[in-house]
């Protein structure tokens, strides 16, 4: 066991930086001292992600047994091949036959530009070189009527076997390359199955659903990249090739078939090849027609597929971004040469998907990747934080006008705070970020959210410690605002021993105290003693937005209520004002008691909330049933949903911290338990409704809202008249 510990230890240790610097440079001088190997190697991996699909589709739909198959795919890719590279090369002969008849209009249209643009000497140095190579290739001949012999010299060195050595070396490279990639190809074709095992067993370290699921992403981006991109550049070079023919460009189908490979180079590929047929379409044609119009199909062609099918044709089967693919392109072609530039993409496709689904290098997918590396509200606070309002704006408006102003005060701006609060609580160091971060947020919320407080207003917030309180409490004020509630927002100085004795607090009914941190009792208690000493009549709630102080209470903090999220408080203050109370002496029974045990409304209306969640049983439990108190361990999440006044899930294969091993949820084997409480017009709460699943059941937090709006409707429909329950008791909590 401890062996197992210390190499789980030492994986989980961070390299130092000269470690991951001597690891690259060890695998770059790998990669490029085994080019003769890896690359034929690497060759014959994209193939046969290509080709994979082809050999499944004949064993299927033929019937094929897997080595005929892999046999009749390989066959069929080295026939297209051999026809490709059999037509490109008849057709560069024809051409090389047909360049010393364009040297005259050349040097024609040079001379006339050196006419027009004189004094421009690289235009003499054209004409010189286009002379000279009409010259080495005989295009003038001398004009004196004879023919000038050439001299000839006859040396002995070349003989039968040096020209036999001499044209077996340029020949057997290539040769042996094609076939060792064939050879590679065929074999892990064929054992593909067991080779894919070996490798799952070589790098899963037991994990073999994340390993099996990079495998499975990794095959799908690359084989559909490389079939897509095959796709595109046939097309593009069909197009590319008969417009050429159509102008009258000589070998218009060797630039066609050309420009197919090398689009694979990215970026650049299909200008490098373009390039030729614009300079034999400057030679042929005596004006300047044919150029033009060259390279106005060229950009048309290209712009319109790089800007316009291509994306749409790929979306996001690559995931990486276009400068990773210029980094790897340059780095693969400095250790593999053009072929390098062929395989950058795919190879980088499969680092992304390494990184994605392997956490040890998720770096890899952090630097390459083409998925944003922060969340919306990680990119907000870091925005606000180096005091970049426009951005933070631009952020903002596009969320709110995509979500709404309530999901972005809940999900963007709090989120933010809540960064800040844990980052910029201490030390000297982050008062200057604090205060800069200030500054951003408010300009932020006030172009886009544009709070109105009011001097005469009746709910009055105030920050608990730092400024991050502050601006939760004006996120609190805006919602409550939106709701017709007049509201003033004051800073933490306020309520500090030396200016809480002026705090004005005339027309206010409820004060607000917001805290982010999670040291507020000290801090509340002695604001809610010196504010019931100035106004006994004010109702005093505390709005804790930190998980970590979940058990404070409103007797804990001496208050009237303790709300724990937003939406909780804004809840209280509107519903639970003073005007709204009901008389302390005005007794009923609970609007729920007795109810939803039969075939009553309530019970219909149970059924039909287990129907929408597809969970077996919706009930309701009482907060003042004793019957339901005496089991204690059932009667423990019924009073936690109670006090809290939000949903509480747990699972039991993941134990809630509040809740712990539950004795009542193991027994009755309850795989999920779900409570919401339902809250009175009058803020108490005198019942939960609670879903149970006796099988694995999935619960998101949209499930949560849709559980509380569920509570909100019957409360609505069966709980109008409700009176003040008994407050929860209070359990002990492991």
């Given at each position: 066991?401890?062996?197992?510990?210390?190499?789980?230890?030492i994986f989980?240790?961070?390299?130092?930086?000269?470690e991951?610097?001597?690891t690259?440079?060890i695998?770059a001088?790998?990669?490029?001292?085994?080019a003769?190997?890896l690359?034929?190697?690497?060759?014959a991996v994209?193939?046969?992600?290509?080709?994979?699909?082809?050999?499944?589709?004949?064993?299927?739909?033929?019937g094929?047994?897997?080595?005929?198959?892999?046999?009749?795919?390989?066959g069929?890719?080295?026939?297209?091949?051999a026809?490709?590279?059999g037509?490109?090369?008849?057709?560069?002969?024809?051409?090389?036959?047909?360049?010393p008849?364009?040297?005259q209009?050349?040097m024609?249209?040079?001379?006339?530009?050196?006419?027009q643009?004189?004094?421009?000497?690289w235009?003499?140095q054209?004409?010189?070189?286009i002379?000279?190579?009409g010259?080495?290739?005989?295009?003038?001949?001398?004009?004196?009527g004879?023919n000038?012999?050439?001299?000839v010299?006859i040396s002995n060195?070349?003989?039968p076997?040096t020209?036999?050595?001499s044209?077996?070396?340029?020949v057997l490279?290539?040769?042996?390359?094609?076939?060792?990639v064939t050879?590679?190809?065929?074999?892990?074709l064929?054992g593909?199955?067991?080779l894919q095992?070996?490798?799952?067993?070589?790098?899963?370290?037991g994990?073999?659903?994340?390993?099996?699921?990079?495998?499975?992403?990794?095959s799908r981006?690359?084989?559909r990249?490389?079939?897509?991109?095959l796709?595109?550049n046939?097309?593009?070079?069909?197009?590319f090739g008969?417009?050429?023919?159509?102008?009258g460009?000589?070998s218009?189908?060797?630039?066609?078939?050309?420009?197919?490979l090398?689009?694979?180079?990215?970026?650049?590929?299909?200008?490098?090849?373009?390039v030729?047929?614009?300079t034999?379409a400057?030679?042929?044609?005596?004006g300047?027609g044919m150029?033009?119009?060259?390279?106005?199909?060229f950009?048309?062609?290209?712009?319109?597929?790089?800007?316009v099918?291509e994306?749409r044709?790929y979306?996001?089967?690559?995931?990486?971004?276009?400068?990773?693919?210029?980094?790897s392109?340059?780095?693969?072609?400095?250790?593999?040469g053009?072929v390098?530039?062929?395989?950058?993409?795919?190879?980088t496709?499969?680092?992304v998907?390494?990184?994605?689904?392997?956490?040890?290098f998720?770096f890899?997918?952090?630097l390459l990747g083409?998925?944003p590396?922060?969340?919306?509200?990680?990119?907000?606070?870091q925005?606000m934080?180096k005091?970049?309002?426009e951005?933070?704006?631009?952020?903002?408006?596009?969320?709110?006008e995509?979500?709404?102003?309530?999901?972005f005060?809940?999900?963007?701006?709090?989120?933010a705070?809540?960064?800040?609060?844990v980052e910029?609580?201490?030390?000297?160091?982050a008062?200057?970020q604090?205060?800069?971060?200030?500054r951003?947020?408010?300009t932020v919320?006030?172009t886009?959210?544009?709070?109105?407080w009011?001097d005469?207003?009746?709910?009055l917030?105030i920050?608990?410690?730092?400024e991050?309180?502050?601006a939760a409490?004006?996120?609190l004020?805006?919602a409550l605002?939106?709701?017709?509630a007049a509201?003033?927002v004051?800073?933490p100085g306020?309520?500090?021993?030396?200016?809480i004795?002026?705090l004005?607090?005339?027309?206010?009914?409820?004060l607000?105290?917001?805290?982010m941190?999670?040291?507020v009792?000290?801090?509340c208690?002695?604001?809610?003693?010196?504010v019931?000493?100035?106004?006994?009549?004010?109702?005093?709630?505390?709005?804790?937005?930190?998980?970590l102080?979940?058990?404070?209470?409103?007797e804990?903090?001496?208050?009237?209520?303790?709300?724990?999220?937003l939406?909780?408080?804004?809840?209280?203050?509107?519903?639970?004002t003073?005007a709204k109370?009901a008389?302390?002496?005005?007794?009923?029974a609970?609007p729920?008691?007795?109810?939803?045990?039969?075939s009553?409304a309530?019970?219909?209306a149970?059924?039909?909330?287990a129907?929408?969640?597809?969970?077996?049983?919706a009930i309701?439990n009482l907060?003042?049933?004793?019957r339901?108190?005496?089991?204690?361990?059932a009667a423990?999440?019924?009073?936690l949903?109670?006090?809290?006044?939000k949903?509480?899930?747990v699972?039991s294969d993941q134990?809630n911290p509040l809740?712990?091993?539950?004795?009542?949820?193991?027994?009755?084997g309850?795989?999920l338990y779900?409570?919401?409480?339902?809250?009175?017009p009058?803020?108490t709460c005198?019942a939960v409704?609670?879903?149970?699943?006796?099988?694995?059941?999935a619960?998101?937090?949209?499930?949560?809202?849709?559980l509380?709006?569920?509570?909100?409707?019957?409360?609505s429909k069966?709980?109008?008249?409700p009176a003040?329950?008994?407050?929860?008791?209070?359990?002990s909590?492991a």
């Amino acid at each position: 066991m401890s062996n197992r510990l210390n190499v789980e230890t030492i994986f989980r240790r961070r390299p130092s930086t000269f470690e991951s610097v001597a690891t690259f440079a060890i695998i770059a001088a790998l990669l490029y001292l085994g080019a003769g190997i890896l690359v034929p190697l690497t060759l014959a991996v994209l193939l046969a992600f290509a080709l994979s699909p082809v050999v499944s589709m004949l064993n299927r739909k033929l019937g094929l047994p897997d080595p005929v198959a892999v046999i009749v795919a390989v066959g069929l890719a080295f026939f297209v091949l051999a026809g490709f590279a059999g037509i490109a090369g008849y057709q560069i002969a024809s051409l090389a036959a047909e360049l010393p008849g364009y040297q005259q209009t050349v040097m024609t249209k040079v001379t006339a530009l050196q006419t027009q643009f004189g004094g421009f000497t690289w235009l003499d140095q054209i004409n010189s070189t286009i002379a000279n190579l009409g010259n080495s290739m005989g295009a003038e001949r001398p004009t004196n009527g004879e023919n000038t012999p050439l001299p000839v010299t006859i040396s002995n060195e070349l003989g039968p076997l040096t020209l036999l050595t001499s044209v077996m070396g340029s020949v057997l490279g290539p040769v042996a390359t094609v076939a060792i990639v064939t050879v590679f190809l065929i074999f892990l074709l064929m054992g593909r199955a067991d080779l894919q095992d070996r490798f799952i067993r070589l790098v899963s370290a037991g994990k073999y659903s994340l390993t099996n699921l990079a495998i499975s992403d990794a095959s799908r981006r690359v084989g559909r990249y490389l079939i897509v991109q095959l796709m595109v550049n046939t097309v593009y070079g069909a197009i590319f090739g008969i417009g050429l023919w159509l102008i009258g460009v000589p070998s218009a189908l060797l630039w066609g078939m050309l420009i197919v490979l090398f689009r694979y180079i990215p970026f650049v590929g299909a200008l490098i090849i373009a390039v030729v047929p614009f300079t034999l379409a400057f030679a042929v044609d005596p004006g300047w027609g044919m150029l033009l119009k060259s390279v106005g199909l060229f950009l048309l062609l290209d712009l319109t597929t790089a800007n316009v099918i291509e994306p749409r044709l790929y979306g996001s089967s690559t995931g990486v971004s276009a400068l990773a693919i210029l980094l790897s392109a340059m780095f693969w072609a400095t250790l593999w040469g053009p072929v390098g530039l062929i395989l950058s993409t795919p190879m980088t496709v499969c680092l992304v998907v390494i990184g994605r689904h392997l956490p040890q290098f998720q770096f890899l997918e952090t630097l390459l990747g083409s998925e944003p590396v922060l969340l919306p509200a990680e990119r907000l606070y870091q925005r606000m934080l180096k005091g970049d309002s426009e951005a933070a704006i631009e952020i903002s408006e596009d969320h709110i006008e995509e979500f709404g102003k309530p999901h972005f005060i809940g999900e963007l701006m709090l989120p933010a705070l809540q960064m800040a609060n844990v980052e910029l609580q201490t030390g000297p160091e982050a008062v200057p970020q604090r205060r800069e971060l200030m500054r951003s947020f408010e300009t932020v919320l006030d172009t886009t959210l544009m709070p109105r407080w009011s001097d005469a207003a009746d709910v009055l917030l105030i920050g608990g410690r730092s400024e991050i309180d502050e601006a939760a409490a004006q996120l609190l004020g805006t919602a409550l605002t939106d709701s017709g509630a007049a509201v003033d927002v004051l800073p933490p100085g306020a309520i500090r021993q030396e200016a809480i004795g002026r705090l004005d607090l005339t027309n206010v009914e409820t004060l607000v105290l917001v805290f982010m941190g999670d040291d507020v009792r000290a801090q509340c208690r002695y604001v809610a003693r010196r504010v019931r000493r100035m106004a006994p009549n004010i109702r005093i709630v505390a709005c804790i937005l930190n998980d970590l102080v979940l058990n404070e209470t409103a007797e804990t903090l001496h208050v009237d209520h303790v709300a724990h999220d937003l939406d909780a408080a804004a809840e209280i203050i509107v519903q639970d004002t003073p005007a709204k109370r009901a008389p302390e002496d005005v007794t009923s029974a609970n609007p729920f008691a007795g109810g939803g045990r039969g075939s009553d409304a309530l019970g219909r209306a149970l059924d039909a909330v287990a129907e929408r969640f597809h969970v077996p049983a919706a009930i309701i439990n009482l907060v003042d049933d004793q019957r339901h108190l005496e089991d204690e361990e059932a009667a423990k999440l019924t009073l936690l949903v109670a006090e809290h006044r939000k949903p509480l899930i747990v699972h039991s294969d993941q134990p809630n911290p509040l809740v712990g091993d539950n004795a009542y949820l193991q027994t009755n084997g309850i795989d999920l338990y779900a409570g919401a409480p339902l809250l009175m017009p009058d803020g108490t709460c005198p019942a939960v409704l609670a879903l149970i699943d006796y099988e694995e059941h999935a619960f998101s937090p949209a499930d949560s809202q849709a559980l509380m709006l569920a509570a909100k409707e019957l409360v609505s429909k069966f709980g109008m008249k409700p009176a003040p329950a008994p407050r929860p008791q209070r359990l002990s909590v492991a």
